[in-house]
C-alpha cells in the first residue's frame, strides 16, 4: 500500500518520457562498465581525471582505515575530526591559498549548509540561473531573515549580474558555478569578481567540476580569481568522497558554530581523508592528465559532424542539447546498443525542452574510443 500521488506522480514522469530508474553498474576498467550482463564504454563518468581505483589512491585508503579507521563515529564537534581531517583541510588550504576549510559528507550538504546559515543573517544571495538545485536550495532555505530576496541573474550575464547588485543595499553575495554541470560551459569569473567587488559584495564559487580540471595544478577557480568562498567536491575529478568549503578565518569559525549540516552530520570517513589527500598530490603533479582531457576534446569537436552543436567549454563536460525528451532517449539507447553508456540528461535536471547528451571526456578514455564516440553520434543525430 502507498499513498495515492506516488502512482498518479510516476505514472506522469512515464508518460512524460521522464522517469528515472537506476542501474545496477560493474566497474571493470578504463571506463569500462558492465550493466545488465553487457559491457559499455562510460562517457557518463565524472571521474574526469581517470584517478578512481589508483593504486596510489587505493594504498592510502588502505593505509587511512589501518591507522584511524573506517569510519570517524562521530560528528566533527564532538570525536569525529581527527589527524586525517586535520592534514586534509591544510592540504586544501595550501592549494588553494585559503586561510581554513572545513569537510562536508557531500557537495550537496556544503552548499545547503554554507548558504542556508548565510542567508539567516540578512545577506542578499545573487545566483546565476543556471545555478545546480543544491545552490537553489541553500538559497531558498532559511529559518529566520524570509523577506530577503534571492536574486537570480541571466547565466553567465555580468550586466544584468551588475543591474541586481546596484538595487540592493544589503550585505550581498553572489553565487555561481565554475563549469556548469550540464552545460559544460566555464563562468566568466574575472568579470563576475569585479562586479561584486564594485557593489561590496563577496563571491561564492561552487567548483565541484571545476577543481582538478582547471588551472596548471588543478586548484580551479582558484588559478583565476580569490574567491570569498570556495565549495569544492571530492567524488568527481578528486575520485573519493566527501566535499569542502574553504574561507577565511572569521566565517570558518561561524559555519562551526551556526552550520546545521556540519555541526548535525558525522564527519567523513578518516580513511577517505587520508586517501583525498594522495588524489591531491597527483592532481598537483601530474598536469598531463588535465591536457590528455583538452586533446581528447578537441579530437571530439573535430570529428563530430558540423550541424550538431556543442556548447563551449574547456573541460570534461560537452552537451549537445536534442530538446525533446523521448528523442533524447532514443538516442541514448540507439548509442547503448553501439556499446556507449550516455544517460539521458532530462528535466527536471535541465530546463523543459533541453534534453541532451552530456558526454563527460575522461583522461583514460583514448583517440579511437572518442572517433568512434562521435562517428555514432553523427549517425543517430544527422
Known amino acids: 500500500m502507498t499513498f495515492s500521488f506516488v502512482k498518479d506522480a510516476l505514472a506522469q514522469r512515464r508518460q512524460d518520457n521522464l522517469l528515472r530508474r537506476r542501474n545496477l553498474i560493474r566497474t571493470i576498467e578504463d571506463q569500462q562498465i558492465e550493466v545488465g550482463g553487457r559491457r559499455f564504454l562510460n562517457f557518463s563518468s565524472n571521474d574526469y581525471l581517470g584517478l ?8 592510502a585508503l588502505e ?24 592534514k586534509l583541510e591544510e592540504t586544501i588550504c595550501q592549494w588553494l591559498n585559503k586561510e581554513r576549510c572545513l569537510l562536508f559528507s557531500s557537495g550537496f550538504s556544503a552548499n545547503l549548509g554554507s548558504l542556508q546559515t548565510i542567508k539567516n ?55 555561481t558555478e565554475s563549469i556548469f554541470s550540464m552545460d559544460g560551459d566555464i563562468s566568466p569569473l574575472k568579470e563576475i569578481a ?12 561552487d567548483d565541484a567540476h571545476g577543481i582538478g580540471v582547471l588551472g596548471e595544478q588543478g586548484q580551479g577557480a582558484a588559478s583565476f580569481i580569490d574567491t570569498d ?15 569542502f568549503v574553504a574561507c577565511d578565518d572569521s566565517l570558518f569559525e561561524y559555519l562551526i558554530n551556526f552550520s546545521r549540516e556540519y555541526i548535525y552530520s558525522t564527519a567523513i570517513s578518516p580513511a577517505t581523508a587520508w586517501a583525498t589527500i594522495q588524489s591531491i598530490e597527483l592532481i598537483k603533479n601530474e598536469p598531463w592528465r588535465r591536457e590528455k582531457i583538452k586533446d581528447l576534446s578537441q579530437v571530439f569537436k573535430n570529428e563530430l559532424d558540423s550541424s ?47 534534453s541532451r547528451l552530456r558526454v563527460t571526456i575522461c583522461e583514460n578514455h583514448n583517440v579511437k574510443d572518442i572517433i568512434r564516440l562521435a562517428k555514432e553520434i553523427n549517425k543517430a543525430l544527422v
Open 52 to 59: 578512481n581505483n589508483h593504486p596510489q589512491i587505493n594504498r
Open 63 to 86: 593505509e587511512g582505515a589501518k591507522r584511524f579507521g573506517a569510519s570517524s563515529s562521530s560528528s566533527s564537534l564532538v570525536t569525529g575530526y581527527g589527524y586525517a581531517h586535520q
Open 121 to 175: 543573517n540578512g545577506v542578499s544571495l545573487f545566483l546565476d540561473k543556471l545555478s545546480h538545485a543544491s545552490l537553489i536550495d541553500g538559497a531558498r532555505l532559511s529559518s529566520k531573515k524570509d523577506d530577503i530576496k534571492v536574486n537570480r541573474f541571466k547565466h553567465n550575464n555580468v550586466a544584468h549580474l551588475r543591474t541586481l547588485l546596484q538595487a540592493s543595499s544589503n550585505d550581498k553575495l553572489v553565487v
Open 194 to 205: 569585479n562586479a561584486a567587488q564594485q557593489a561590496h559584495a563577496k563571491v561564492f564559487i
Open 229 to 243: 568562498i570556495t565549495m569544492g567536491t571530492f567524488g568527481k575529478a578528486i575520485a573519493t568522497q566527501g566535499a
Open 308 to 354: 550538431i552543436s556543442l556548447l563551449p567549454t574547456d573541460g570534461s563536460i560537452h552537451a549537445i542539447v536534442i530538446g525533446d525528451e523521448e528523442k533524447t532517449l532514443t538516442v541514448s539507447k540507439q548509442l547503448a546498443e553501439a556499446g556507449f553508456w550516455l544517460t539521458a540528461i532530462r528535466p527536471p535536471t535541465v530546463p523543459k525542452g533541453t
